[in-house]
């Protein structure tokens, strides 16, 4: 075991792993590069059989502490596992190991939960990047007046369903507002840390860095690809957004809720192994049931989820960006 012996810092920034030390040595390798240095580190690898012993090494000036599971606990627990030893510190965050982080990153997080106290939590936006290809970061500004505060969970929920580019690794805590919600893993499995936020919210203001300071990495073994996703997951939390809006739910937010939800269900069908998945005509009857669907809502999305299932995805993904602008050219962007 690699451990830091010290006081304990302001900021503990927990990396849950599994069986990808060549992601955590690129993840650590942007930990190393924050502008803010006094944190705490920890690896907390969830039983994994590859090698991370040369990965630790090659970070030692890190003083990281590593921890390993004795057995697997699944993503989600592993998760509540992370924020129980992060919440020992004034503030955590729980980083994915595939991602990577802005250099300025932890510095402009803790300047806003320092500025606003009563904040729970403030998390950034992110910007995707395949595996395989090296991501850069531009010039940033100041990026306090980039700053949205929201004062309800109803909303946070409407920039969610909005597609902000908000995930789960994005996000700095404050540990003692937030320390006491639970994740919801056994209800909502991988997307647990969704409705865990928005619990979250329910208590206290929450933020967003209207910036991409995480480079969110695309690739096959992430946990939306997990063998214990289902489409009953993405329609419980379909349904759980639809319960955090004001009731009864006006036009403006059902004319978002039905987009996002008819689109999210079949991108979330499109990652369930095909042996799991429920027949099509099941889920869109349960959704609309609870007027989470609807087949004029389709956008993009929908439809590469529905090319991807029907065998043909490839083709569409070529042709998209080109239908892409001619939408663009269409609506006059």
Not at 3 to 15: E, G, P, Q
Not at 186 to 198: G, K, M, Q, S, T
Not at 257 to 277: G, I, Q, S, W
Not at 281 to 304: E, H, I, M, N, Y
């Amino acid at each position: 075991m690699h451990s830091k012996d010290s006081d304990m810092a302001r900021l503990t920034v927990v990396i849950p792993t599994f069986n990808r030390p060549g992601y955590l040595a690129e993840c650590l390798q942007s930990v190393a590069e924050q502008t803010f240095r006094d944190f705490d580190l920890v690896v907390l690898d969830n039983a994994s059989t590859e090698e991370y012993g040369p990965v630790l090494d090659r970070f030692s000036s890190l003083a990281l502490t590593y921890i390993k599971n004795p057995e697997n606990i699944g993503a989600a627990r592993n998760i509540d596992k992370a924020r129980t030893i992060g919440g020992s510190s004034e503030y955590h965050i729980v980083f994915h190991d595939d991602d990577l982080m802005h250099p300025r990153l932890l510095e402009w997080q803790i300047r806003v939960l320092d500025a606003h106290p009563e904040v729970a939590w403030v998390a950034t936006e992110c910007r995707p990047f395949e595996s395989g290809t090296i991501p850069t970061y531009g010039a940033w500004p100041d990026v306090e007046t980039e700053l949205e505060v929201y004062a309800t969970p109803d909303a946070l929920v409407r920039r969610l369903l909005e597609n902000v580019s908000l995930n789960f690794g994005s996000v700095m805590f404050r540990s003692e507002r937030s320390g006491g919600v639970p994740v919801r893993a056994e209800e909502f499995e991988i997307v647990a840390d969704r409705v865990l936020l928005c619990d979250i919210a329910k208590n206290a203001p929450v933020a967003l860095i209207r910036r991409p300071l995480v480079h969110y990495r695309h690739h096959a073994g992430q946990d939306t690809h997990n063998p214990i996703f289902r489409e009953r997951h993405a329609l419980d939390l379909m349904t759980y957004y639809a319960a955090l809006l004001p009731i009864p739910i006006d036009s403006p937010d059902r004319t978002l809720l039905t987009r996002h939800a008819t689109n999210y269900l079949l991108h979330a069908r499109a990652m369930v192994a095909p042996e799991n998945r429920t027949r099509l005509s099941d889920l869109t009857r349960d959704a609309r049931a609870k007027g989470l669907f609807a087949w004029p809502a389709l956008d993009g999305q929908g439809v590469a989820a529905l090319a991807h299932v029907g065998g043909v995805g490839g083709a569409f993904d070529a042709i998209r960006p080109i239908l892409g602008k001619v939408k663009r050219r269409l609506s006059g962007e």
